[in-house]
């Protein structure tokens, strides 16, 4: 399997799921120059994933390509169900890890939007950032006395909460007004393949 990401972009999160799992999966870096969008084997990225060349994809060994983060994850856990990063399927755990990947994309991936556009107004931002800032308030609660989302066990849904979590610094919101957020983030980190797959994307730890 190879996976097209591009550094500190949603990507982050198959990419420490892949490392999580152990298996061989190759990673391709793909390159933003205006419109245009190249992997590092000079392919146009836009043949990889047509619906709008957006990371992360994940090209199969059946040659067939994977898109959308939250689905990418998924299907990475489930090649590698000894890892135990998706509950079993029909558990409450299962259901409590898809409404966390939920809240993630929409509440907080989603809301970044207006922060990464260039013709975004400074009201449309700033009214971002205050949401923002109520949705990361729910994530801090929920790290409360728990390393993890789901308690002690480790899942995907962390992988995807870090890394939404390493943009707060684009909406000027401190880290460390978020104890429990600094504390998850710290514990992320100290995770062998977090570190693995932020060294291989060129990115260091975030500062609380």
Known sequence: ??????PGACSL???????ETGLPVDISKVTFAGAART????????????????????RL???????????IIQYLADQAPGKRLMPGSG????????????????????????????????????????K???RF???DAALAGRPYLLGDAFSVADAYAYTIMRWMPRGGIALADFPNLAAFAARMEARPAVAL?????????LKA
């Open 91 to 130: 558990t409450k755990e299962y259901y409590e890890v898809l409404s966390w990947i939920a809240f993630v994309s929409t509440e907080l991936h989603k809301g970044f939007g207006p922060l990464f556009r260039a013709d975004a107004p400074e009201a449309e931002k700033e009214l971002a950032i205050a």
């Open 39 to 58: 992997t590092a084997e000079g392919e146009d990225f836009f043949a990889v994933n047509a619906r709008g060349g957006y990371v992360p994809a994940l």
């Open 137 to 139: 308030a729910v994530l």
């Open 197 to 205: 797959a932020l060294s291989e994307e060129g990115l260091e730890p």
């Open 1 to 6: 399997m190879k996976l097209y990401y591009s």
């Open 61 to 71: 060994d059946d040659a067939s390509v994977l898109v959308e983060g939250p689905a």
């Open 13 to 19: 999160s198959p990419h420490i799921v892949a490392r």
């Open 132 to 134: 923002l800032k109520k």
